[in-house]
């Protein structure tokens, strides 16, 4: 009788060498989407409701497909087959149905700012804007495990959670503006990925570490992780310096 297979938590343990030099690597790119202009100006509550609109209205369609491209990463999962992917089909589907979640209360805060559901289901972001689902769908659906959780839950929710720190500081000056209505619905979304995010891209990086065995696959992921943040900053980019 084969024994049963108990999930087991993942552990958060020391960086080896390879994988401390990874980090530290992803760290300055990382560091201009967590403080680019717009994210800053957010905070303080200096962004003008053109941009912030813009900004709420062209990223939502990263929010709600995030949940997809985890379910893409979860289809190459081969549990006993290969090193670390038993702990990441666990993980992935343990936190596709909370990205779900979060995507509803993504809507509340920009409905907070005056965007309607219908405006963020029918919206076509501009290319510039795009161009990181396209590249979180083609890792997705054509790259390795590594890739995709490298350029996703590593790259994209580690800046996110940490610009959501201090973003969420600034939410109470839109509303004393008059431009806003900030309740707890409406900052759900923000709290959420200023606390919850915070493990996310820890746990993203053990996952690597289980999955890459050798220096191929390192670089691999380290170069999807590395394309994603770029994404991330055109797009913050274009958001800033073309909202009407």
Same mark, same amino acid.
């Given at each position: 009788?084969?024994?049963?297979?108990?999930?087991?938590?993942?552990?958060?343990?020391?960086?080896?060498?390879?994988?401390?030099?990874?980090?530290?690597?992803?760290?300055?790119?990382?560091?201009?989407?967590?403080? $680019?202009?717009?994210?800053?100006?957010?905070?303080?509550?200096?962004? =003008?409701?053109?941009?912030?609109?813009?900004?709420? +209205?062209?990223?939502?369609?990263?929010?709600?497909?995030?949940?997809?491209?985890?379910? +893409?990463?979860?289809?190459?999962?081969?549990?006993?087959?290969?090193?670390?992917?038993?702990?990441?089909?666990?993980?992935?589907?343990?936190?596709?149905?909370?990205?779900?979640?979060?995507?509803?209360?993504?809507?509340?805060?920009?409905?907070?700012?005056?965007?309607?559901?219908?405006?963020?289901?029918?919206?076509?972001?501009?290319?510039?804007?795009?161009?990181?689902?396209?590249?979180?769908?083609?890792?997705?659906?054509?790259?390795?495990?590594?890739?995709?959780?490298?350029?996703?839950?590593?790259?994209?929710?580690?800046?996110?959670?940490?610009?959501?720190?201090?973003? %969420?500081?600034?939410?109470?000056?839109?509303?004393?503006?008059?431009?806003?209505?900030?309740?707890?619905? =409406?900052?759900?979304?923000?709290?959420? $990925?200023? =606390?919850?995010?915070?493990? $996310?891209?820890?746990?993203?990086?053990?996952?690597?570490?289980?999955? #890459? %065995?050798?220096?191929?696959?390192?670089?691999?992921?380290?170069?999807?992780?590395?394309?994603?943040?770029?994404?991330?900053?055109?797009? +913050?980019?274009? #958001?800033?310096?073309?909202?009407?």
């Amino acid at each position: 009788m084969r024994a049963a297979n108990y999930k087991k938590a993942l552990e958060i343990t020391a960086h080896s060498p390879w994988a401390q030099q990874f980090w530290d690597e992803l760290v300055p790119l990382k560091d201009q989407v967590v403080h $680019h202009p717009l994210f800053t100006e957010m905070g303080s509550g200096a962004l =003008s409701l053109p941009r912030f609109r813009s900004a709420l +209205l062209n990223f939502y369609p990263l929010v709600e497909n995030f949940p997809k491209y985890m379910g +893409l990463n979860l289809a190459k999962t081969r549990p006993g087959r290969q090193p670390g992917h038993e702990e990441a089909k666990n993980w992935l589907i343990g936190n596709i149905k909370i990205e779900q979640r979060h995507a509803y209360w993504y809507q509340d805060w920009a409905m907070g700012f005056g965007l309607t559901l219908h405006d963020l289901e029918f919206v076509d972001p501009p290319a510039a804007m795009d161009a990181v689902n396209h590249y979180l769908w083609s890792i997705g659906r054509q790259a390795s495990l590594e890739e995709g959780i490298a350029a996703t839950n590593l790259a994209i929710e580690w800046a996110t959670g940490e610009w959501s720190q201090s973003v %969420v500081k600034g939410m109470k000056a839109y509303e004393e503006q008059g431009v806003a209505t900030i309740n707890r619905h =409406s900052m759900a979304w923000l709290r959420a $990925h200023a =606390s919850y995010d915070d493990d $996310h891209p820890h746990e993203a990086m053990e996952l690597i570490k289980l999955i #890459c %065995v050798d220096d191929d696959s390192r670089q691999r992921a380290h170069m999807a992780a590395f394309k994603g943040l770029e994404y991330y900053v055109h797009a +913050l980019d274009y #958001c800033y310096e073309n909202a009407d």
